[in-house]
Nanobody, 114 residues
Framework: QVQLVESGGGLVPAGGSLRLSCVAS????????TRWYRQAPGKQRVPVAS???????AYSDSVKDRFVISRDNAKNSVYLQMNSLKPEDTGVYFC????????WGQGTQVTVSS
């Protein structure tokens, strides 16, 4: 059974940093695209960063120049380095892995205090 396990969330003051990690128990992880999504309280889940199987990255405008997504295929892992955090970055962050099938993690809470 495929599992995605996120970690690294927590409470941080505005301007601080966090690094999220996601480990996937999936064969041939390097053949999958990956994304991080954020779900703020009372809002829809939205993508914030992606890195495809070729290493091409993309960011939402709200996190561009502050967040960095990366992956380590040897460790079946994808990361999200979050810098200069703002209160509006608060939410549950989900790891998402996809190819012709998709998988979601359980989410990790990030809270940024003002």
């Amino acid at each position: 059974q495929v599992q995605l396990v996120e970690s690294g969330g927590g409470l941080v003051p505005a301007g601080g940093s966090l690094r999220l990690s996601c480990v996937a128990s999936i064969a041939y992880f390097g053949l999958y695209g990956t994304r991080w999504y954020r779900q703020a309280p009372g809002k829809q889940r939205v993508p914030v960063a992606s890195i495809d199987l070729n290493g091409t990255v993309a960011y939402s405008d709200s996190v561009k120049d502050r967040f960095v997504i990366s992956r380590d295929n040897a460790k079946n892992s994808v990361y999200l380095q979050m810098n200069s955090l703002k209160p509006e970055d608060t939410g549950v962050y989900f790891c998402y892995v996809y190819r012709n099938i998709e998988f979601w993690g359980q989410g990790t809470q990030v809270t940024v205090s003002s």
